[in-house]
């Protein structure tokens, strides 16, 4: 009831319309049949003795028409046909409806995620995610159908209640009652299917959880032999949603089974008691029966569908649950001022932890603007954080990060992550053309902006050399490219838009000497126009930058200015990596 509650306030105006649409087509249905009566009583020959009837005759002669068999008949056609007109009408906006309440949900959830922490978002498993997006919008949407139908079935039963209580108000309250407690000893059977739907949503979730995550790595588990484990894992999950399912299906088939013959032995009594007991005409009678069966029909009718919600319910509250958790972490921007970079970046005695992790505690680098910075360390020290800070993905602790002298919590962050781009660490392509994927997210971009960002990351030569130049598909991951071709579109993405600074986070791990001095001699010569800061392992890099720091022990040091051929940075870091094996 809650969520029927809950789907008509959330879509209010797109309920009120479809629920509009299905009572006007259950009047007419309902007009068209209270002239059964009279049309009953022409065609045995019976006089017209019963208030309803009179009253429809009555009205039909003050509009001049005689209530002829033949008129009834036409009458009787044309409301049916008007409830068809009505209910086509009808359908047609419950399907756009459908559909727009599965959008409504899934936008709902990546925007909130999207906006989400960086933390946050992190810990959200990807399977859990694509299963919301996909299954559970579709399921929930679906919910939004049954709901609608519930409260338009509940309002014909109203509507075919009334018309009886006008030709037998006895047998009327006598019917509702009794589907009243028809409708209370089934709910069990409601009741189950609600926990099954619940079970399914949960299982999806895990499943999907671990599939995204088994494809995600089902190279290397492939390679060594370890996909069966995988295989039983899942075998097992399938089989308690199979479960879970088999309980569903049950259910409803047990509802429907049951749902009939208990209105048929109620029928049955009924047609007893109106003809032995109270003695009624057999046109009343038979109206009235029929009326009546319509209406417990409609509540079995009704009962079913709620039974189809409870299945779809969970979804839909699984999905909201998880946009809220989403809102609740929203990154919070309290900056307003336009960034500028013209003169340089600072981090001021920066203290950073995750939970109680310490990683900086005292961290202060001086980035002036035009020059190409290397970050170096051991791994784990913090250099993937120090750029998180830099885009506000990480928030310090204490300390300031200063963009021309401006603190970056009162600069808008989304104007100054415009001006950033940012190669990670680990390349994800997406499955789509190399196009695509260099112009993903940024809309203004043509394709000589793209050609452009292809030749300064060194990838234009090996993408002109296909058969489908920047049109190439690139597969899942990019699975179709090398490692150190994934790199290069990965820094053409970075460089498209044309941002002030370049952060890149081991830029040419995956690159051959080769690459890698093509992509040093590049970044030396945009260093000439933008600010890049580099974290890398890589001599090449370190080789190439003006600056190097190096991380440790929670602190950042400026180890040179210059780039000399012998470059002390890299005994540094050899120095530093030696004591952390030790
Ligand atoms: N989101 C997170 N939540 C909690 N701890 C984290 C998180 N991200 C990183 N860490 C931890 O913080 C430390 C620093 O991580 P970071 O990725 O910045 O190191 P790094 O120097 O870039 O390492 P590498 O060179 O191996 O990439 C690591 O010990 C890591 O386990």
């Known amino acids: 009831m809650r969520t029927l509650i809950t789907y008509i306030m959330v879509f209010p105006k797109r309920s009120a319309f479809v629920l509009i649409a299905l009572l006007l087509a259950g009047v007419a249905e309902a007009l068209s049949l209270t002239a059964l009566l009279p049309l009953l009583s022409i065609a045995v020959g019976e006089s017209i003795d019963s208030d309803i009837g009179k009253f429809i005759v009555q009205i039909f002669h003050r509009v001049g028409i005689e209530p002829t068999l033949e008129f009834i008949l036409l009458f009787i056609v044309s409301g049916m046909l008007v409830k068809g007109c009505i209910l086509l009408l009808t359908n047609r906006q419950v399907g756009h409806t459908v559909a727009h309440v599965a959008t409504a949900l899934r936008l709902n959830l990546i925007e909130a995620l999207l906006a989400s922490r960086w933390q946050y978002y992190l810990r959200q498993p990807v399977g859990a995610l694509a299963n919301s997006v996909a299954t559970e919008a579709y399921r929930a949407a679906n919910g939004f159908e049954h709901s609608v139908n519930v409260l338009a079935l509940a309002i014909e039963v109203l509507v075919y209640s009334i018309v009886a209580l006008f030709i037998s108000w006895e047998a009327t309250l006598g019917s509702l009652i009794i589907g009243m407690i028809l409708f209370m000893v089934l709910h069990r ?34 390679a060594m032999a370890r996909d069966n484990v995988a295989d039983a894992i899942l075998h097992d999950q399938t089989q308690q949603l199979e479960k879970a399912t088999r309980k569903e299906v049950t259910n409803r ?6 749902q009939e013959p208990i209105l048929a032995a109620l029928t049955a009594s009924g047609l007893y008691i109106a003809l032995i007991v109270w003695n009624l005409s057999l046109p009343e009678v038979m109206v009235m029966v029929f009326l009546l069966t319509r209406t417990l029909g409609l509540l079995n009718k009704m009962q079913r569908r709620y039974q189809q919600l409870a299945v779809q319910e969970s979804a839909y509250w699984a999905l909201r649950h998880a946009a809220e958790d ?27 932890y995750y939970d109680q992790k310490p990683i900086f505690k005292d961290l202060s680098i001086e980035v002036p603007v035009r020059s190409f910075t290397a970050v170096i360390g051991s791994s784990g020290v913090g250099k993937s ?29 989304r104007q100054w992550r415009h001006m950033i781009g940012y190669v990670s660490q680990d390349t994800v392509l997406l499955h ?25 990351a060194g990838a234009w030569d090996f993408i002109s050399a296909f058969p489908d130049g920047i049109h190439t598909i690139v597969g899942e991951r990019g699975g179709l490219l090398s490692g150190g071709q994934r790199q290069r579109i990965a820094i053409a993405r970075a460089l498209a838009h044309r941002p002030k600074l370049l952060l890149l986070d081991e830029p040419t791990s995956a690159l051959d000497p080769e690459s890698e001095r093509v992509i040093c001699e590049t970044l030396q010569k945009l260093a000439q126009e933008l600010t890049i800061i580099a974290v890398s392992h890589q001599p090449a890099v370190i080789q190439a930058a003006d600056r190097v720091f190096i991380l440790s022990d929670g602190r950042a040091e400026l180890l040179s200015n210059a780039h000399p051929d012998a470059n002390p940075a890299l005994s540094e870091l050899d120095a530093a990596q030696g004591e952390e094996t030790i």
């Open 326 to 352: 989403a809102r609740k972490e929203a990154e919070r921007t309290t900056g307003t001022l336009t960034p500028t970079l013209e003169r340089g970046l600072s981090l001021r005695h920066i203290a950073f």
């Open 253 to 258: 088939a047990a509802l429907l089974a049951l």
């Open 432 to 456: 789509d053309t190399i196009l695509n994927n260099i112009i993903v997210g940024e809309p203004t971009l043509q394709a000589e902006d793209v050609e452009h960002a292809l030749k300064q």
């Open 189 to 222: 059977l409601v009741r189950a299917t609600k926990r099954a739907g619940t079970k399914q949503t949960q299982l999806l979730r895990h499943l999907l959880t671990y599939l995204s995550d088994v494809l995600g790595s089902v190279k290397s588990l492939k």
């Open 385 to 413: 954080t120090l750029l998180d800070l830099l885009c506000g993905l990480a928030e310090p602790k204490s300390g300031e990060i200063l963009v021309d002298g401006v603190a970056l919590h009162n600069i808008d962050l």
